[in-house]
């Protein structure tokens, strides 16, 4: 089994940053992709940010400029630096870890249990 933490969310100005991470830990041989993902009330889940084990990254338009994703391989840890952090920003944000293989070699999928990020003023 996997578990994903997150942490870093909270109250924070417009034009304010926010640094969110995500550790992975459990029975992980290596995990294709890290992302994040958010939902805002009424909303359905959209995409934040992923990248993959090689550095790859995709991002939402509405981030682009704003957000930077990184991940440290060796912790199985992903990042998102939230920095000119907007009132529609406001949401729960979800970590992800997609197509994690373990030491049998079976892959899965799995999220975190999201972590609140208000931008208000």
């Known amino acids: 089994q996997v578990q994903l933490v997150e942490s870093g969310g909270g109250l924070v100005q417009p034009g304010g940053s926010l640094r969110l991470s995500c550790v992975a830990s459990?029975?992980?041989?290596?995990?294709?992709?890290m992302g994040w993902y958010r939902q805002a009330p009424g909303k359905q889940r959209e995409l934040v940010a992923t990248i993959t084990s090689d550095g790859s990254t995709n991002s939402a338009d509405s981030v682009k400029g704003r957000f930077t994703i990184s991940r440290d391989n060796a912790k199985n840890t992903v990042y998102l630096q939230m920095n000119s952090l907007k009132p529609e920003d406001t949401a729960v944000y979800y970590c992800?870890?997609?197509?994690?293989?373990?030491?049998?070699?079976?892959?899965?999928?799995?999220w975190g249990q999201g972590t609140q990020v208000t931008v208000s003023s």
């Open positions: 459990g029975n992980i041989f290596f995990i294709y992709a």
């Open positions: 992800n870890a997609d197509r994690v293989r373990d030491a049998n070699y079976r892959t899965n999928d799995y």
